[in-house]
T-cell receptor, first 111, second 111 residues
Framework: GENVEQHPSTLSVQEGDSAVIKCTYSDSASNYFPWYKQELGKRPQLIIDIRSNVGEKKDQRIAVTLNKTAKHFSLHITETQPEDSAVYFCAAKTGANNLFFGTGTRLTVIP | NAGVTQTPKFQVLKTGQSMTLQCAQDMNHEYMSWYRQDPGMGLRLIHYSVGAGITDQGEVPNGYNVSRSTTEDFPLRLLSAAPSQTSVYFC??????????FGPGTRLTVT
């Protein structure tokens, strides 16, 4: 099956700085890469996604980049705010349509 | 739409007891799945279904059964609960090529 690795496991940044979270995947047939944000005690919620035919996607302060050759993708959050503090998960969807998740990054934005 | 719903929200079981976690969605999604979330391990796929009458195993299926008699419902059965099954369980659904939506989760403790 797919193996998704995510780094770092924890990340602290000053408010206004940028945060970058990186993931790698193993299955070259994976074709869809979503990112989820999970606040304490809540369900994971999709914040941005990218498909394998696209190299970069932006949505306001959030961007995702994908390097298919290297099998890695990254989440970039600019101008971080305290409400960005949460656990972020990357995921990869295989050809069999299953979504496999990384182990999560706990982001803390320090005011 | 209620989206994805799960019951119960919390459950405490004794070792050896059985129970069923309920999951329902009202979005007519073909794909439904169950994940467990443990600290530091992300979300791991237990079982999934691509349509009524079709189920298959994910990464960590041992000790769990599922069935999919209707498009809407996808219950998860714990056959004989063990302390290792203490976790937060999330049900999810989506169309095959679309965004995955999660239910609110069930926090299960096995003593």
């Amino acid at each position: 099956g797919e193996n998704v690795e995510q780094h770092p496991s924890t990340l602290s940044v000053q408010e206004g700085d940028s945060a970058v979270i990186k993931c790698t995947y193993s299955d070259s047939a994976s074709n869809y890469f979503p990112w989820y944000k999970q606040e304490l005690g809540k369900r994971p919620q999709l914040i941005i996604d990218i498909r394998s035919n696209v190299g970069e996607k932006k949505d306001q302060r959030i961007a995702v980049t994908l390097n298919k050759t290297a099998k890695h993708f990254s989440l970039h959050i600019t101008e971080t705010q305290p409400e960005d503090s949460a656990v972020y998960f990357c995921a990869a969807k295989t050809g069999a349509n299953n979504l496999f998740f990384g182990t999560g990054t706990r982001l803390t934005v320090i005011p | 739409n209620a989206g994805v719903t799960q019951t119960p929200k919390f459950q405490v079981l004794k070792t050896g007891q059985s129970m069923t976690l309920q999951c329902a969605q009202d979005m007519n999604h073909e794909y439904m799945s169950w994940y467990r979330q443990d600290p530091g391990m992300g979300l791991r796929l237990i079982h999934y279904s691509v349509g009524a009458g079709i189920t298959d195993q994910g990464e960590v299926p041992n000790g769990y059964n599922v069935s999919r008699s209707t498009t809407e419902d996808f219950p998860l059965r714990l056959l004989s609960a063990a302390p290792s099954q203490t976790s937060v369980y999330f049900c999810a659904s989506r169309v095959l090529t679309g965004e995955q939506y999660f239910g609110p989760g069930t926090r299960l403790t096995v003593t």
